[in-house]
């Protein structure tokens, strides 16, 4: 009876692991498994694609007004780096947010341009709502693959 219940969270254990990989990007070839961008995590890559980064976006400039920089490193410190962000996709996603009337933003110094702080709009508190529920089962799964896969290996 032990063998078959060590055999069993065995197999919840490897189906775990199956199952992240499906969801980060598909490492195996079967059908329907694209491969992950190159040079790219398939993890942090579905994190990317799973609306994760405006969640995360727009509840820091919840928080208060931001500027992308910041952003990038608040996103890299909040994520113990698993979510790193660069100028190229930043910005451009601030720009996207803004176009978009979910958040606005203001200049430092408007004759100088330097810093851009954004604040959260009435919209964007409102797609900051819907983000937070869709996003949550997707983050929900992520955690439980990874304390399955730690328990697998470590034993915990």
């Known amino acids: 009876m032990a063998t078959e219940s060590k055999r069993s969270k065995r197999e919840r254990s490897r189906a775990a692991v199956r199952d992240t990989v499906a969801h980060a990007g598909g490492l195996g070839k079967g059908e329907g498994a694209a491969p992950p961008a190159r040079g790219q995590d398939p993890l942090s890559g ?3 694609r799973r609306d994760v980064l405006p969640l995360l976006v727009l509840h ?5 007004p931001s500027y992308g920089n910041q952003l990038m490193e608040r996103i890299a410190g909040m994520t113990e780096g698993v979510l790193t962000v660069n100028p190229n996709t ?3 996603l601030l720009r996207k947010l803004e ?4 958040i606005e933003g203001d200049w430092e ?3 100088r341009r330097t810093r851009r702080f954004y604040s959260i709009t009435a919209a964007g508190e409102e797609e900051y ?3 937070r529920e869709e996003v ?3 983050l929900d799964s992520v955690a ?3 304390d399955d896969i730690v328990g697998e290996v470590f034993g915990a």
Do not use: D, K, N, W
């Open 46 to 48: 579905e994190l990317r």
């Open 136 to 138: 949550r089962p997707f």
């Open 129 to 131: 709502a819907r983000l």
């Open 60 to 64: 820091l400039i919840a928080a208060g």
């Open 99 to 102: 176009a978009a009337g979910l």
């Open 109 to 111: 110094h408007p004759e």
């Open 144 to 146: 439980r693959s990874i």
């Open 90 to 92: 930043m910005y451009p």
